[in-house]
């Protein structure tokens, strides 16, 4: 029997008493008795929909209560169901506002007619009233998910714990190209192990992770029911169950295929020379990087090289673009067609740009890698036949390289020394091959580090002038002193200046340490003119600080520092022989200009260079130094005797002073006095000072002017 005629029948003698079993199931009970304008409900109706109005029946409440679309909607079926007794019993939803409720719920409303008038009008209506809010929100999304099932882009597809498909959306179906049926019962193929192993993944750490409640993804690469490949991005998750463990898995899958192929497409782009086919200057350091590593694990020699065509800008210009790049592509296919490979490795091959190559060979040994670089350079040297040409084209190639691990750079260094040893073959006439010098610029490295490191010290206060007096040694009078650059280094101590002096002339710091040493020299002068100490400083000019072209210019400027004290006088600059006779004209030029503002030049280490007499005489320089090497021989060696006293006459005749070097002994000076030379300077008479001590030496020595170093035996008188 109907629900709602079983209600009529069970509640029909109790209808002024509600059952509570009603209120217990949520269902409101209510009678209408249109032709006694009568209505009655029970209390569980009242709490779900308010009162009924007295007049009006069923259209009148409905009036009152219903959700403005559903009374719209159920006035007609509601006048019907009275009007004709054909309808029996109306069954509808409708949205109410229960009392004291802001929100409108769904209800459930059952209405029959219960008695008849003989024209078949109603006469008395029974109706059921439930909540089925609930149930509508749950058929709401149940709605949603069957319209996402079928809707979504991305395939979804619900399995066992054994990955069978229980159900595919169009979408997977599609993407897999076959229907529903075809799938169902079958374990999904992107979960399959075998699609699983090939794209590189685990499928027990897949199920590990699903177990867990995690949500696993991950990149697979499979085929289609076609055969045709596809890139599948996968998301695997388990469906939750409320009181077990899960029984069904979700997998979403998203169709990367045409994605990967651009991706693809545009990394050959990106990677690639479209001219030639080959990997271009990016993907040619990343597979550089590739091999440095590959060489530090297998211990092989790397042998990176850079190719250039030699004159391949007179093809362009003198057959035309097109033609280059045809030439161009012949190149790439000798180059190509002479690589080597093994098992597990090949040789690398690139275009740089224009008609400049990259390679990466694998070698054993330098030995080796030359004889890849000859053979390589031996394949480009055939003839190259091109279309539209009557003869044969010739056209050589250079080649520069360097070895790692000999060469112990990174990729992009070297690369560039690649470059510069390539650069020098090119310098050299082309048509070669070289290898980058790894000696020479560590060599090159050393030097810059020692130059920044000079220049710290300068910056530092590090660097220190010695003096070492010049003396009359028949009358016992200070003349004067030299200036001698010392390095107090923190690390290393007291450095002579053949540990820097060296590195510092080859550099564009010589000057400022120049500079520096003559200011110095200077300070310490006027210091000395101020205790009425008169003696003459000189200073050591090197090469590349006397070939400055402002010299004399900057020398003018520090002299102007001291206007108080006439220092110019009491200045002597000494220039090496070898210096001085490298640009005769440029340097009697600037000692003359030197000369005008009262300073003094000595000719240094006199007789080591090849001055002839025509040279001195073109040189107004006031003193002839002579080196220690001869001084130091001359009382055992008759030649260096010879010299020394050459020296002194040449001096003698041009009206220079004469300073011998290297005196040690007094047997040295007393020669040296008797051939006419009386200035003398050595360790013999004094080491090297410092300034402050220079003082009470000279007071010392006018008093007493003996040998401060070694002596023969019997001798421990005087110099003089």
Request: with cysteine; hydrophobic share 40%.
């Amino acid at each position: 029997m109907p629900f709602l005629p079983l209600l009529q029948r069970l509640f029909a003698p109790r209808a002024a008493a509600w059952p509570p079993e009603l209120a217990l199931a949520g269902i409101g009970l209510a009678r209408w008795d249109l032709g006694r304008a009568q209505a009655s409900a029970s209390p569980q109706w009242l709490s779900l929909a308010g009162p009924l109005p007295a007049q009006g029946g069923p259209a009148g409440w409905l009036g009152q209560q219903a959700h403005p679309l559903d009374r719209a909607r159920l006035q007609p079926r509601l006048e019907a169901l009275c009007r004709n007794a054909a309808l029996d019993e109306l069954r509808e939803p409708l949205r109410l506002r229960p009392p004291g409720q802001g929100d409108w719920r769904w209800f459930e409303l059952r209405l029959r007619a219960e008695a008849r008038r003989r024209d078949g009008r109603a006469q008395r209506l029974f109706a059921t009233l439930s909540d089925i809010s609930a149930q509508r929100v749950a058929e709401e999304r149940q709605r949603m998910s069957v319209a996402l099932f079928q809707q979504v882009h991305e395939g979804l597809v619900v399995t066992d714990l054994n990955h069978q498909v229980l159900d595919a959306s169009p979408s997977y179906c599609q993407l897999m190209g076959r229907p529903r049926e075809a799938l169902q019962g079958r374990v999904a193929a992107p979960l399959s192990e075998a699609m699983l192993r090939r794209s590189g993944h685990d499928p027990a750490r897949l199920r590990q992770a699903v177990q867990a409640g995690e949500t696993w993804q991950g990149l697979v690469q499979g085929e289609r029911d076609d055969g045709r490949p596809c890139s599948l991005q996968l998301s695997l998750a388990a469906i939750p169950e409320p009181d077990g463990p899960p029984r069904y898995l979700v997998l979403t899958v998203s169709d990367l295929t045409e994605q990967m192929q651009q991706r693809a497409r545009l990394d050959q782009q990106q990677a690639f020379d479209p001219l030639t086919g080959l990997p271009n200057q990016a993907e040619f350091r990343l597979r550089l990087e590739q091999a440095l590593q590959s060489s530090q694990r297998e211990g092989f020699t790397l042998c990176i090289a850079c190719l250039d065509l030699d004159h391949f800008q007179r093809v362009n210009e003198r057959h035309g673009r097109a033609l280059g790049d045809r030439l161009l592509g012949l190149v790439a296919e000798r180059l190509r067609g002479a690589l080597r490979s093994g098992r597990e490795w090949s040789d690398d091959l690139a275009r740089l740009g224009g008609d400049e190559f990259g390679l990466l060979l694998r070698c054993r040994d330098a030995a080796e890698a030359q004889r890849a670089l000859e053979r390589l350079l031996n394949v480009l040297r055939a003839p190259y036949h091109l279309e539209g040409l009557a003869e044969p084209l010739d056209i050589g190639a250079s080649l520069g390289a360097t070895l790692y691990p000999r060469d112990q750079s990174d990729g992009e260094t070297l690369q560039r020394h690649a470059a510069h040893a390539l650069y020098r073959v090119k310098r050299s006439g082309r048509n070669g091959h070289q290898l980058f010098d790894t000696e020479k610029r560590a060599r090159n490295e050393a030097q810059a580090m020692a130059l920044g490191r000079m220049q710290e010290a300068l910056d530092a206060g590090e660097l220190r002038l010695f003096y070492q007096p010049k003396v009359d040694m028949r009358r016992g009078r200070v003349l004067g002193a030299e200036a001698l650059l010392r390095w107090q280094h923190p690390e290393r101590g007291l450095l002579a200046p053949a540990h820097f002096l060296p590195v510092l002339e080859r550099t564009g710091l010589a000057a400022g340490v120049g500079d520096w040493v003559i200011e110095q020299a200077l300070q310490q002068s006027s210091r000395w003119l101020a205790q009425g100490l008169a003696l003459r400083v000189s200073v050591n000019v090197t090469a590349r600080h006397l070939q400055t072209h402002d010299f004399a210019q900057r020398l003018q400027e520090l002299l102007a520092r001291h206007p108080a004290a006439p220092l110019a006088e009491h200045l002597m600059l000494e220039v090496l022989e070898s210096a001085a006779l490298a640009d005769i004209e440029a340097t009697q030029a600037l000692i003359r200009r030197c000369r005008l503002l009262g300073v003094s030049f000595a000719l240094d280490d006199f007789g080591t260079g090849y001055s002839t007499l025509t040279y001195l005489k073109r040189l107004p320089v006031d003193t002839l130094k002579i080196d220690r090497s001869f001084v130091q021989n001359m009382l055992i060696d008759d030649q260096d005797r010879a010299l020394v006293e050459g020296v002194i006459g040449l001096a003698r005749h041009f009206g220079c002073s004469v300073v011998a070097e290297g005196v040690e002994t007094a047997s040295h000076a007393r020669a040296l006095m008797a051939l006419g030379c009386d200035q003398g300077q050595g360790n013999g008479i004094a080491l090297p000072m410092a300034a402050d001590e220079l003082a009470d030496w000279v007071a010392r020595f006018e008093a007493r002017p003996v040998l401060a170093g070694r002596q023969d035996a019997a001798e421990v008188s005087a110099i003089h």
